[in-house]
């Protein structure tokens, strides 16, 4: 650093691009949400909840490889890739599991917690689903089954049946409409991966 320059609280130009593509959660529909995404909402969550800015680490001069960015992706490695499904997780933390806490939260690692991601997924995400233990007999939601009638023209009644639908190569375009609506929804397509 120069002698002559101001100090800041944001390290380079890099990160202060970064920041600036934060507004983009206004515009972008949830569905398209990337990490950047995700990352802005949850700084927008502390800073409501908090009154305070998010605090980042800044341990690197590429905010594509910061810590931020890697809770991120660990978080959806375990939960969702499904943007819906990850916002949904955050303002439920934000929810439930922040005003519970003795102190301030600081980092944005709580996200990851696996007795908390546990707890979400078993009480919340699968609610209704029959918790974890969703197999090839478990029933597919009404509401998900209409989507998929609609579209395909198919009856479908379990997973077991859903998973084989969605493993039909070529996929047809329909079945793929259908999948993706489903997944607009708040449906996770990686649950048909773990059908046995």
Do not use: C
């Given at each position: 650093m120069k002698d002559n320059e101001e100090l800041s609280a944001i390290p380079n130009k890099k990160y202060q691009q970064y920041f600036e593509r934060f507004k983009e959660i206004d515009s972008v529909d949830?569905?398209?949400?990337?990490?950047?995404?995700l990352i802005a909402y949850f700084c927008r969550k502390y800073q409501d909840t908090y009154g305070t800015s998010y605090s980042w680490k800044f341990n690197t001069p590429a905010p594509s490889k910061c810590f931020e960015v890697w809770q991120m992706n660990v978080l959806a490695s375990k939960l969702s890739s499904n943007p819906t499904i990850l916002r949904d997780y955050i303002d439920w933390v934000f929810d439930n599991i922040v005003p519970q806490s003795k102190r301030r939260l600081t980092s944005i690692s709580f996200l990851t917690k696996e007795e908390t991601l546990h707890y979400y997924k078993l009480n919340v995400?699968?609610?209704g689903q029959q918790g974890s233990n969703i197999d090839r007999a478990t029933i597919f939601p009404a509401t998900y089954q209409a989507v998929i009638k609609e579209i395909t023209n198919f009856t479908i009644k379990?997973?077991?049946?859903?998973?084989?639908?969605?493993?039909?190569?070529?996929?047809?375009?329909?079945?793929?409409?259908?999948i993706q609506k489903?997944?607009?929804?708040?449906?996770?397509?990686e649950i048909l991966k773990r059908i046995v």
């Open positions: 949830v569905s398209q949400w990337k990490t950047i995404h995400l699968f609610a379990t997973y077991g049946e859903m998973a084989f639908l969605s493993q039909v190569e070529p996929r047809p375009d329909n079945i793929k409409v259908a489903l997944i607009e929804m708040g449906f996770d397509p």
